[in-house]
């Protein structure tokens, strides 16, 4: 995407506020921000790219030299990746550094994407140690790596991405025994705590856009369809505080980008 200072000349939207927060008032911290200057002249052009991770396998590969073709064509300024980054089962470990490398750092080669990297978490780096990513010693293999926190926010002058850890949202993964939910359970705590954050940070934003990017899908007509909770929780934030895009991953059917319906 190539995002340029405009007005975008959205209304204004009642402001709702989301029944659970009503319900549960909780102590929170404010989301980790990430400074990236734009372009000279106040531009900025990003790529994104979600569900990746497979040692190359699964035509990997190609579609990275493709990415580094485009990225240079475009010049892109940064990475978004909306998470599924390791498949099956994310990292093992920091120590998991030869998977790391087998589908990080040696698959995105092209120089044009020798750039920061900005990372969420999907469903498949649940299953393994879902620490690991923010981990330094994985920084340390790969600086492009950017994984700060969980969720965070990417400001761009022009811009804030809204980085939002959607996996502990769906409910039926909370029924699976091999999810890795240290430093999140109890889930109610925390998606009121992110949400109650995330809408803190939208309400002081005056960024020209704002992007909110998730692995789950809002609305999808594919496999995996609409995740109801995110509906639920989620897009009442997203409506309430005028985001004007949400990006995603998860399903595999080129729907990535979904417009917020008013
Ligand atoms: C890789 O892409 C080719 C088409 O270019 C396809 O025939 C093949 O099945 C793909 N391989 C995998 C493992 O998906
Ligand atoms: C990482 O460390 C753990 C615990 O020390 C060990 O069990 C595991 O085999 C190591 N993994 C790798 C890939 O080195
Ligand atoms: C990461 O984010 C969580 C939730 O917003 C927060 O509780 C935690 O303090 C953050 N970690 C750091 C190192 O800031
Ligand atoms: C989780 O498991 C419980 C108990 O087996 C069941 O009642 C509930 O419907 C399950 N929830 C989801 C979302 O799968
Ligand atoms: C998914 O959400 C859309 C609204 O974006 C709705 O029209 C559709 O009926 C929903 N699909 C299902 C299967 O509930």
Request: glycine share 6%; charged share 20%; with cysteine.
């Amino acid at each position: 995407m190539h995002l340029e200072r405009c007005n975008s000349g959205m209304s204004s939207v009642a402001l709702l506020v989301s029944p659970l927060l009503l319900l549960l008032s909780l102590a929170s911290a404010e989301l980790q921000r990430v400074q990236h200057a734009p372009k000279e002249d106040g531009s900025l052009t990003v790529l994104a790219v979600g569900d990746w991770g497979r040692g190359g396998q699964y035509n990997q590969t190609l579609v990275a030299e493709q990415m580094g073709v485009i990225g240079e064509k475009l010049n892109a300024d940064f990475i978004i990746s909306t998470g599924d980054n390791f498949y099956n089962d994310g990292l093992s470990g920091d120590n998991d550094t030869a998977f790391f490398k087998a589908s990080f750092t040696e698959i995105y080669t092209a120089e044009s994407l020798q750039k920061p990297w900005y990372i969420v978490l999907g469903n498949h780096d649940y299953t393994g140690d879902a620490l690991a990513q923010q981990s330094p010693a994985i920084r340390e293999v790969d600086s492009r790596w950017i994984s700060v926190n969980k969720s965070f926010i990417v400001e761009s002058e022009i811009v804030e991405f809204f980085l939002v850890d959607t996996s502990p949202f769906v409910l039926k993964y909370w029924n699976e025994s091999k999810f890795d939910w240290r430093n999140v359970a109890p889930r109610d705590t925390y998606i009121a705590n992110l949400l109650k954050d995330l809408e803190d940070a939208l309400t002081e934003s005056k960024a020209t856009w704002k992007i909110v990017v998730g692995h789950h899908p809002i609305s999808s007509g594919c496999e995996h369809g609409n995740t109801t909770e995110l509906r639920e929780h989620l897009l009442p934030v997203l409506k309430a505080h005028g985001v004007h895009m949400y990006l995603n991953g998860h399903d595999h059917c080129l729907q990535r980008i979904s417009s917020i319906d008013r």
